[in-house]
């Protein structure tokens, strides 16, 4: 009764609840679940440290990580769990209880965000333990930087630039980058980053979506990664990046299709759930680009957010033809 009474105990704190499904799915790392609980790394590692003594969870390490996940086998000292012994009376207990919780904002945020982490996995071509995959030298960055060898010099506008990751990658290829942000915080923070990583070709300003600090037509790129779905107008936006590209510049645009996850507002400060991908390439046509193109960018089944990958041309001005002079 003092183990059971000990183990009721552990799993009446809600994190961990959170913590057991998440493994209940996928086996992950520290760093993962503090991205997916949003609970600082001290709190997920005491956590799981609990649940490991309890007999609940077990540890591997594999490929240089250290993945944890339930418990293959429920240890008669230590009270029942199993992920192979599912039909203990604790664990149907905790399956009736997750599959009830599965409409709750926090279960949707974290099942979300964990399919956030096996998109990142996938796409970075990363083994987390499982050695058939790997492939020396396979690399999304090496590719995108060998796609970034057959562009000519460009001058290029990183419109809502964030922390600056993806300034640093254009600026790899591009004659000069001008990152944007509302933010002086972060500006700061990718200051700091390009000067470790001793980038010369940035500039760092401040600046709205909707009002940038650039002349007319001074960019032949004009990119926006996910930073129209935070834009109170997206349609100012989108005008305002078209007015700083050369006739004949190209609008970049990845956002997220149109989804059902409200609790982005609140965590992430997003005003627009996505577009759909029509609306996103009226968008762009209502903003005086051709030759939109709208398609996926990166999809993870089971995952609600798909990222959109949309371009389009800025005309040359119409050139109006002289009259003919009129016969004397």
Not at 20 to 29: G, P
Not at 127 to 150: C, I, K, Y
Not at 161 to 170: I, N
Request: aromatic share 6%.
């Amino acid at each position: 009764m003092r183990r059971a009474s000990a183990l009721f105990r552990l799993l009446a704190d809600g994190t961990r609840l959170r913590l057991l499904r998440v493994l209940a799915r996928e086996r992950v790392n520290v760093t993962e679940l503090t991205g997916i609980l949003a609970v600082a790394q001290s709190g997920v590692s005491r956590h799981l440290g609990l649940l490991k003594d309890a007999g609940l969870v077990t540890e591997e390490r594999e490929g240089g990580y250290v993945y944890y996940r339930l418990a293959d086998h429920a240890s008669p000292a230590q009270g029942a769990s199993a992920r192979g012994a599912t039909g203990t009376p604790l664990w149907a207990l905790l399956e009736a209880q997750f599959a009830d919780s599965a409409a709750e904002p926090a279960v949707r945020e974290d099942d979300a965000r964990l399919q956030e982490v096996l998109r990142h996995r996938k796409e970075n071509f990363e083994t987390h333990g499982e050695f058939r995959q790997l492939v020396p030298g396979r690399s999304w960055a090496a590719w995108a930087r060998a796609l970034g060898h057959l562009l000519p010099p460009l001058d290029v506008a990183d419109i809502g630039c964030g922390e600056g990751y993806l300034t640093l990658e254009a600026a790899r290829w591009a004659r000069t980058v001008v990152a944007i942000d509302r933010s002086e915080a972060v500006l700061e923070r990718a200051k700091a980053l390009a000067g470790r990583r001793r980038v010369p070709n940035v500039q760092w300003k401040k600046g709205d979506l909707t009002r940038l600090p650039l002349a007319d037509a001074t960019v032949d790129v004009a990119l926006l990664s996910q930073a129209l779905h935070h834009a109170p107008d997206p349609e100012e936006a989108l005008a305002e990046a078209v007015r700083v590209l050369r006739p004949g510049g190209r609008l970049l645009v990845l956002d997220l299709r149109e989804h059902d996850e409200p609790w982005v507002r609140t965590r992430f400060g997003d005003r627009w759930l996505g577009f759909s991908d029509a609306a996103l390439g009226t968008l762009l046509r209502d903003a005086g680009v051709r030759d939109v193109r709208v398609q996926v960018g990166a999809r993870q089944s089971g995952d609600p957010f798909v990222v959109l990958v949309a371009s389009g041309t800025k005309p040359a001005p119409t050139k109006v033809p002289r009259r003919a002079a009129k016969a004397s």
